[in-house]
């Protein structure tokens, strides 16, 4: 697990020389951290999925099993999955430092088959993006359409920013989704 | 991803000198074929959870990024989770050779919390445990009130028996306990 301080995120947000790559750790820690208030405040029952891997190697160090070689393997379906009054949730995150667009490389076509199989079932599933420093939850239903429409390369940033919920950055939880997920869905 | 090839099961089912582990084995891969029958059939979307691990050294071969070094941690919630007729449903397999009673060392504190708080938020938790060659489908709530009136110990394999649903082991799916799930919580 890695630990961020509370305030490394202030400063992330305050820093010009941003690196992508911990915003994508800062949008997942700060989800992690709503999802356990949600846990602690007995609103919902919502985790992240671990990374599936693959072992290539064990080895036993003090009576314990041990991974010597593995290797990281995709998620054949969202990083987030629970229960909220009584309903299954299932949702992914990501970042973008694209301002146009939110480019579809990094979701797999599987998860796509997923998102779909999820809707169909009678489920939630919904993305977050962050995006021009803004946050939004786009409804599943809402990025399928455009992928039928437009293809699958990217979403248009127009697009998200008229279909999409804005999340703010608060305290306790820091990312309310479910707020929106009330308006939306019930 | 370990894979068996169907007839090592049945080898495995008429073998007397049985290996425990490798019924522990058998039992996750049946389920895990059930599972993806039901999601070939499109009746239900439920996967086994990847098993957490910590990474502690990470390497780079041919530009992937690869663990050098990780180990296993525990699950906080249950193995499998998913989604089935718009309820969340998720569950624990376990094989005992214990012939008295189901011992829980190997069900987590927090498994069991887990269990209650998906109860209590309107989702569907159950355990599958093969005791004396047989499967059963015990309902979570039935586990719980054991608990509360005999202690985190054990299970009583008389309880099992008589509060649980057997599990016929058939062929696609091999083991159907989706049609036990409908008989009881639909």
Redesign the interface.
Known sequence: ?IIVLKNSLDKTYNNKQLIYKNRGMDLENMINRSNQYY?DT?K??I?K??????VVKVAFKDN?????????KEQ??LDY?????????DFEAKVTKNKTSFPLNNIHAHQIE?MK??I????ISFLIIMINEIIYLLKGEDFLEYLNTHGRKSVAYEYIKEKGYELKIKLNPELDYLKIVDKIYF
């Open positions: 697990m846990l007995d919902a029952v985790y999925k671990p990374t599936p891997i693959g314990h099993k041990i991974i010597d070689r593995g290797y990281f054949s379906t999955n629970g229960l909220y009054k009584g309903k299954y949730l997923h199989k999820v169909k079932h009678g489920g």
